[in-house]
């Protein structure tokens, strides 16, 4: 198998790591992969993932909901009936954190196209990207939209979106600088960038441990703390002017994780957590299990 190699932390470029946990792929394959942490700057990721050319078939499932839309049990149900209430809340946050109410937007990672279908109904200009050829075909036989290929990313013209985001899914990308630069090169000067990501630093991932269902190694590649991501866009000529949490995030996690750790009850006791979760956020929002970061070019570049 080849393995994508990490022998420098891509925030601050050192070599010096240790190893924070061993996490198992309990989506596809059971393998075990380790997660590290730099010792210079505090930045977490997985090791010796597969590369770009090896990784597709860890995303083989029929359960990844994000691309096969199934609604099968009462744990997917949830999650479908929270996204369509988030649509709402997403396209309220892009208008007021961008100043307009129309606008050019890319969308990286669109999976099935329910945000991108959303925003163009609303009145945007869509463009979407997504690796899975199964999810673009989904999303032009039920939204009637063309889907771009991950090629599309770096052949957009400099400057041509008020508008970037992406939801779960720079925890994905290898290129992880590279992709902060082409970012950069194709947002407006008055654009904004936004994205979410897990948290490891939230309630529930303290909570499970290596249990947490949102380390889902190996796909997850990176493992954004609040601070680290910040780092990232502060070196990428970023300025993170808001951060909101997504508690709803740490139910669905949280019945994943009890499932993973095979618990009688999981759906209850995933409840339970996740109140719990919810409640930390209440008090501190950085605890959430998930994260909107919203990002401006910054004008001390």
């Known amino acids: 198998m080849n393995i994508l190699n990490i022998d420098k932390c891509p925030l601050c470029g050192k070599g010096h790591f240790s190893k924070e946990r061993t996490c198992t792929d309990h989506y596809a394959t059971g393998e075990l992969f380790d997660v590290f942490r730099c010792e210079d700057c505090g930045f977490l990721f997985t090791k010796d993932v597969p590369d770009e050319q090896e990784i597709g078939r860890y995303y083989e499932s029929p359960d990844y909901i994000s691309h096969s839309d199934t609604s099968k049990g009462l744990v997917n149900c949830i ?23 129309k606008g050019r937007l890319l969308d990286i990672g669109t999976g099935t196209g329910y945000f991108s279908h959303f925003m163009k109904e609303d009145g945007w200009q869509v463009d979407a990207i997504e690796k899975s050829e199964q999810a673009r075909q989904f999303a032009k036989t039920h939204f009637q939209m063309e ?153 001390n570049k």
């Open 79 to 101: 999650y479908h009936y929270v996204r369509r209430y988030m649509l709402g809340k997403k396209a309220q946050l892009i208008r007021r954190c961008s100043g307009i109410s």
């Open 147 to 299: 889907v771009a290929a991950p090629e599309a990313f770096m052949k957009y013209e400099a400057a041509s979106f008020d508008v970037i985001t992406l939801w779960h899914v720079m925890e994905h990308l290898q290129n992880l600088n590279e992709v902060w630069e082409q970012l950069d090169k194709l947002l407006k000067e008055n654009g904004i960038l936004v994205l979410a990501v897990p948290n490891p630093e939230s309630f529930d991932a303290q909570h499970y441990g290596s249990w947490w269902g949102a380390y889902d190694v190996p796909r997850h590649l990176w493992h954004f703390t609040p601070s680290t991501m910040k780092s990232i866009g502060s070196k990428h000529g970023f300025k993170l002017v808001e951060l909101h949490p997504m508690p709803f995030d740490a139910f669905y996690v949280s019945m994943l994780s009890e499932k993973y750790k095979g618990s009688r009850c999981a759906f209850l006791k995933g409840i339970y957590v996740g109140t719990c979760a919810w409640l930390a956020t209440l008090v501190k929002k950085e605890r959430s299990s998930s994260l909107i970061y919203v990002f401006r070019k910054s004008e």
